[in-house]
């Protein structure tokens, strides 16, 4: 059979249960895999359609199709959403009631239930993998498969444990799938899990439709925080934060605006964490100010912006954050500040964590990785896509370097200066200190310190500009930071490149003061609401939405599992009165047709 046909039949589930006309990027060949019955590696970005990958086979093949993911938010979402298109789905966690678990098992045991969801931990217990070997298994998937490698920034150690399913399930094709992954995590991924034979599909992590842009902190960046978001009213956001503080503060900031916002985050009791998360799932003008606790799976596909009001941990942690805005494909924005003190405070965590050398060593390229794109000239779609390991990458046109490539100034001699003055000063002080040194403004300084040939060498530049260039010498790993209690002090970096940059050899390049300055007033015209379609379009698209909220309460679930943004503006646009047109709109199956389609009709009708 030619894989054109083979994959008919899969085709035809995807038109008539997801209600999607084609295959998208690597799909079809994720699934071919698994239809003949092999293992697989799939790396595809976050809102490339994973999910689809393991949900057809498990369908097509005979036998229960398990789905291990990390979270009970990500599965909830996903069986409800499978519900709504009429498969058969459930999840067993500790918050299924005793009922609905031997309603489950009873349907496991006839055959009737498609796809099982559940946690590794949940999975791996005795009794329930025994329980699972009694029957036929057409799929074993992992989802957020990355959490296995301790190279990676989510690691879990029970994933550790979903290697033994190698010998449980032999004859179930395995399937590990993510959305980050670079070449070492694969490498982990393959091995921790006995996966050494698997197919490996690595698709583009491009996101055409993020737009990026990173800003350096101006103190802690508090106040802009408010200010993007006030400038994107009425539209569903996430901020991040380093700091269960500096969530709580942010979100109390944002509510004295006026803005819906709540904090999220691991400090919070669990019930206050779930009603937020529903609140903000329901809600379409949400705003969750929250640590990196939110987020894994949680797949609401219409945050349209996502901030980082302080850095990301690593650039495999800024995608998958900033790859949470825009997952229905429309247009949204992904905006990082970032600042020294937030590196040295990550460098500490990294410091703290007990890890091995080699591992904490990893962490701490990936760290200089990401201050060097945040920091960087290059186009920051570009610059992600290559640390992922994509070669051939052209720069993405709508980022802020793309749309104003700042201007570099070379610094290298006042970095020189620098230099010598930190290193005289034996590491001794804080910024603040050292730029008083350069610029000779020390209060009561000492005899010592005024014969050193450093002081006030730097007196023909401001306070603000000698700061900003030792930032750069940070992140350039010239200069380190020693957390100090949070009183930090400045010491010499990487040894080969001081002296590289002594001999003149390599050169420091610091963005132009006035661009940095620029960027910040440059009011960003925020994007279009949210979607961009014909303004006619509009009333009906509200009044979709008004039907889908009052459904979604009905039944207690989020609006987009009934319907995505995406199809209620396909439908508004098309304006079906047949039901058969109605089912031409993307992401109408059968299952909802049949129970949505004659009250979109006549919401169609009538509006
Ligand atoms: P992720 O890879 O992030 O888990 P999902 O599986 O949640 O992505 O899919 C993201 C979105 O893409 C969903 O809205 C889904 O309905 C949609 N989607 C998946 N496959 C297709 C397809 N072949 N054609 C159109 N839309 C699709
Ligand atoms: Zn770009």
Redesign the pocket.
């Known amino acids: 059979m030619t894989q054109a046909s083979s994959l008919d039949p899969a085709r035809a589930l995807?038109r008539r249960v997801?209600?999607?006309?084609?295959?998208?990027g690597l799909?079809s060949q994720v699934i071919a895999e698994a239809l003949a019955g092999r293992n697989a590696l799939a790396v595809?970005?976050?809102?490339?359609?994973?999910?689809?990958?393991y949900q057809i086979p498990s369908l097509l093949r005979p036998g229960l199709g398990i789905v291990v993911s990390p979270l009970i938010a990500l599965m909830t979402d996903?069986v409800a959403g499978l519900r709504q298109a009429g498969v058969s789905a459930a999840r067993l966690d500790s918050n299924i009631s005793l009922d609905e678990r031997s309603d489950t098992w009873r349907r496991i045991g006839e055959g009737t239930l498609d796809l099982l969801y559940i946690s590794p931990e949940g999975l791996m217990q005795g009794p329930m993998l025994e329980r699972l070997a009694a029957h036929d298994i057409a799929l074993i998937a992992i989802?957020e498969a990355h959490c296995v490698s301790q190279w990676g920034h989510d690691f879990r150690p029970e994933y550790r444990m979903l290697g033994r399913l190698a010998e449980v399930f032999p004859g179930a094709p395995r399937m590990a799938?993510t959305?980050t992954a670079d070449a070492r995590t694969r490498a982990d991924i393959r091995a921790e899990l006995r996966l050494a034979d698997a197919a490996e599909f690595v698709a583009s992590f491009a996101r055409p439709e993020l737009q990026l842009s990173a800003e350096r902190k101006q103190g802690k960046g508090r106040d802009r925080v408010v200010e993007l978001v006030l400038q994107r009213p009425n539209r569903s956001g996430v901020v991040y934060t380093g700091s269960r503080a500096g969530a709580d503060e942010i979100a109390e900031a944002l509510r004295a605006r006026g803005v819906a916002a709540d904090a999220y985050h691991a400090g919070l009791d669990r019930t206050l964490r779930e009603t937020r998360l529903t609140r903000f799932l329901e809600d379409d003008d949400r705003v969750m100010v929250a640590t990196i606790a939110f987020g894994m799976g949680v797949?609401k596909?219409d945050v349209r912006y996502v901030i980082h009001a302080d850095s990301p941990a690593s650039i495999d942690a800024y995608w998958q954050e900033v790859?949470r805005a825009g997952?229905?494909?429309l247009p949204a924005e992904g905006i990082a500040l970032y600042s020294a003190s937030d590196m040295a405070f990550a460098a500490r965590r990294i410091a703290e964590r007990d890890l091995a050398p080699e591992v904490s060593q990893v962490q701490m390229r990936r760290l200089r990785q990401l201050y060097a794109m945040l920091e960087g000239a290059t186009c920051r779609a570009a610059a992600v896509r290559r640390y992922f390991g994509e070669t051939e990458v052209e720069a993405c046109g709508q980022c802020d370097v793309c749309l104003d490539p700042p201007q570099l100034d070379d610094v290298t001699e006042a970095a020189q200066k620098a230099l010598s003055a930190i290193h005289r000063l034996g590491g001794r002080f804080g910024r603040g200190r050292i730029v008083d040194h350069l610029t000779g403004k020390t209060r009561d300084v000492s005899e010592h310190e005024r014969g050193l040939s450093t002081f006030g060498i730097g007196a023909g530049w401001s306070a603000t500009s000698w700061r900003d260039l030792i930032d750069v010498l940070v992140f350039d790993g010239l200069a380190a930071e020693d957390p100090n209690d949070g009183k930090p002090l400045v010491g010499l970096g990487d040894g080969e490149g001081v002296r590289a940059v002594y001999r003149g050899e390599r050169r420091v390049l610091m963005r132009a003061r006035t661009a940095v300055a620029a960027a910040r007033e440059r009011t960003r015209s925020p994007r279009g609401n949210a979607v961009e379609a014909p303004a006619e379009a509009y009333p009906l698209f509200d009044a979709l939405r008004v039907w889908r909220k009052a459904r979604a309460a009905e039944q207690a679930v989020p609006p987009?599992v009934i319907f995505?943004d995406?199809t209620l503006l396909e439908i508004a646009m098309a304006r079906p009165v047949t039901v058969e047109a109605l089912g031409q709109c993307?992401?109408v199956g059968q299952g909802k047709l049949a129970r949505y389609g004659q009250d979109v009709l006549r919401i169609v009708r009538e509006a």
């Open positions: 995807l997801f209600g999607h006309d084609d295959f998208r799909q595809l970005p976050t809102g490339g359609g994973k999910s689809v990958c996903q989802d799938v959305a797949d596909p790859g997952r229905d494909g987009y995505h995406r993307g992401g």
